[in-house]
């Protein structure tokens, strides 16, 4: 069955700290793999996405992923998070149905 | 270019009632998609429309919830009789190729 996991329900880094967050898939075939960011009272925002090619993935706001298939992995990471960055961040997997992950919030510490 | 719209942002009603929830896509945007979002969880598919023809609606509670998207354009997502277990946030997204789901702002109802 098609799922996503984010192990991380929060966390909570430092102002200027790196920033990694965690996502692992099961999908029946390559999949489309997507990070989406979700600011209070708002939408959902895509930051990147993953089709083929270069396994590392640049994204809007200084985000990349890398896609890692022995790991079944596609972990997001920031080098120095902005306090503008606290949000909720979703794991997504497919085409064009689309499964989330349960999310993971993100607190910067001042 | 304008975004997804949906109104209202927000509804508050008792159990046992009915609710509206109205979305407007991004102009030539064939593809339409209902999320229901419940509270610490990620958002959950109700109904995809390809135009105006239903592509999925497996996860759709089909005994109280309805949708319907004439024309091929704007959409709406009604519930009919509302329970408590409703109370999260709609999201309508829409989107031309697989590439992207642009997202709306979503409705959050709350159930009394």
């Known amino acids: 069955a098609q799922s996503v996991t984010q192990p991380d329900i929060h966390i909570t880094v430092s102002e200027g700290a790196s920033l990694e967050l965690r996502c692992n898939y099961s999908?029946?075939?390559?999949?489309?793999l997507f990070w989406y960011v979700q600011s209070p009272g708002q939408g959902l925002q895509l930051l990147l996405k993953?089709?083929?090619?270069?396994?590392l993935v640049q994204g809007i706001k200084g985000f990349e992923a890398e896609f890692k298939r022995s790991q079944s992995s596609f972990n997001l990471r920031k080098p120095s998070v902005h306090w503008s960055d606290a949000a909720e961040y979703f794991c997504?997997?497919?085409?064009?149905?689309?499964?989330f992950g349960k999310g993971t919030r993100l607190h910067i510490l001042p | 270019e304008a975004g997804v719209a949906q109104s209202p942002r927000y509804k508050i009603i008792e159990k046992r009632q009915s609710v509206a929830f109205w979305c407007n896509p991004i102009s030539g945007h064939a593809t339409l998609y209902w999320y229901q979002q419940i509270l610490g969880q990620g958002p959950k598919l109700l109904i995809q429309f390809q135009n105006n023809g239903v592509v999925d609606d497996s996860q759709l509670p089909k005994d109280r919830f309805s949708a319907e998207r004439l024309k091929g354009v704007d959409s709406t997502l009604k519930i009919q009789p509302a329970k408590l277990e409703d109370s999260a946030v709609y999201l309508c997204?829409?989107?031309?190729?697989?590439?992207?789901?642009?997202f709306g702002p979503g409705t959050r109802l709350t159930v009394l």
């Open positions: 999908y029946g075939a390559t999949p489309y």
């Open positions: 997504a997997v497919g085409d064009d149905k689309i499964i």
């Open positions: 993953y089709f083929s090619g270069d396994t």
């Open positions: 997204a829409s989107s031309s190729s697989y590439n992207e789901q642009f």
